[in-house]
T-cell receptor, first 113, second 118 residues
Framework: SQKIEQNSEALNIQEGKTATLTCNYTNYSPAYLQWYRQDPGRGPVFLLLIRENEKEKRKERLKVTFDTTLKQSLFHITASQPADSATYLCAPLETDSWGKLQFGSGTQVVVTP | GAGVSQSPRYKVAKRGQDVALRCDPISGHVSLFWYQQALGQGPEFLTYFQNEAQLDKSGLPSDRFFAERPEGSVSTLKIQRTQQEDSAVYLC????????????????FGDGTRLSIL
């Protein structure tokens, strides 16, 4: 069966450091992979989409990589700030999926000053 | 408003009661999705609409769950004879395009309805 694994343990990191989150998937052949941020009591907010033929994508302090051989995406937050504290969700998507998102359980990031 | 709006934000019901949850998507968005999120988990897909057509309802947990979008805009998720296991946050999301292009589109989520069944 299809499975998406994200580190369930919270990632505690000091302000200014780089946070690296992992998303592993099995039994998927995703054409795209999306990353979302979710704050407590709020809905997820879209951050980045990376395509299968893109190795890396950047947006401001965020960087995402996508390795279809390893079946893994890495999400980096550089120069982290306390405002980056949230839960981050990944969602691999296959082309014929109607856009139906299947999420990992998310990784909580806590950035301390 | 500019975003996806869901109401009510909180709903408490007794086991066995029927509930209705409303979603107002972003105006003009063709695709609408419902998700269920349990505490500490990622959202799980329930159903998908393209305009008024319900194209995928494979995630609905039982026949007690019913969703509609009669005019292709506002959607309602109804749960009949609620059970305690229905307690969760119900999220609605919309995206601009439909079909294969939907996979490339960001989904815009509302803040959800937190449903508690006593």
């Amino acid at each position: 069966s299809q499975k998406i694994e994200q580190n369930s343990e919270a990632l505690n990191i000091q302000e200014g450091k780089t946070a690296t989150l992992t998303c592993n998937y099995t039994n998927y052949s995703p054409a795209y992979l999306q990353w979302y941020r979710q704050d407590p009591g709020r809905g997820p907010v879209f951050l980045l989409l990376i395509r299968e033929n893109e190795k890396e994508k950047r947006k401001e302090r965020l960087k995402v990589t996508f390795d279809t051989t390893l079946k893994q995406s890495l999400f980096h937050i550089t120069a982290s700030q306390p405002a980056d504290s949230a839960t981050y969700l990944c969602a691999p998507l296959e082309t014929d999926s109607w856009g139906k998102l299947q999420f990992g359980s998310g990784t909580q990031v806590v950035v301390t000053p | 408003g500019a975003g996806v709006s869901q109401s009510p934000r909180y709903k408490v019901a007794k086991r066995g009661q029927d509930v209705a949850l409303r979603c107002d998507p972003i105006s003009g968005h063709v695709s609408l999705f419902w998700y269920q999120q349990a505490l500490g988990q990622g959202p799980e897909f329930l159903t998908y609409f393209q305009n008024e057509a319900q194209l995928d309802k494979s995630g609905l947990p039982s026949d007690r769950f019913f969703a509609e979008r009669p005019e292709g805009s506002v959607s309602t998720l109804k749960i009949q004879r609620t059970q305690q296991e229905d307690s969760a946050v119900y999220l609605c999301a919309s995206s601009l395009q439909s079909g294969g292009a939907t996979s490339r589109q960001p989904q815009h989520f509302g803040d959800g309805t937190r449903l508690s069944i006593l």
